[in-house]
């Protein structure tokens, strides 16, 4: 069974950057796709970046420049370095897995099978 448990959350102001971390166990030898979604207060859960089975990243267009993802595999933990943030980068973070066979639509929740328990990212101005 693989687990994932996110952390590295926190208050930033505006400019500011934070690294969310996100360690799976029961991953190892696995392929899987590992992914970042966010979910703003208000809004529905979405996409932010993903990490195919080989390691290919994927962002959205928000994310694209600002963060990036990334992976230690001898630690098998998932990162996302987020600088410049915005007022709007404000919510609660997610990594998630996917396991084969693989979707394709990496900023669809509906694409991942388990899921870490959230980290709050909060960006005042």
């Known amino acids: 069974q693989l687990q994932m448990l996110a952390s590295g959350g926190g208050s930033v102001q505006a400019g500011g950057s934070l690294r969310l971390s996100c360690h799976a166990s029961g991953v190892a030898n696995r392929p899987v796709c590992m992914g970042w979604l966010r979910q703003p207060p208000v809004k529905e859960l979405e996409g932010v970046a993903a990490?195919?089975?080989?390691?290919?990243?994927s962002y959205v267009d928000f994310a694209k420049g600002r963060f990036t993802i990334s992976k230690d595999n001898a630690k098998n933990t998932l990162y996302l370095q987020m600088n410049s943030l915005k007022p709007e980068d404000t919510g609660m973070y997610y990594c998630?897995?996917?396991?084969?066979?693989?979707?394709?639509?990496?900023?669809?929740?509906?694409?991942?099978?388990?899921w870490g328990q959230g980290t709050q990212v909060t960006v005042s101005s």
């Open positions: 990490l195919d089975h080989d390691g290919t990243p």
């Open positions: 998630a897995a996917e396991a084969p066979p693989f979707g394709g639509s990496w900023w669809d929740q509906y694409e991942y099978h388990y």
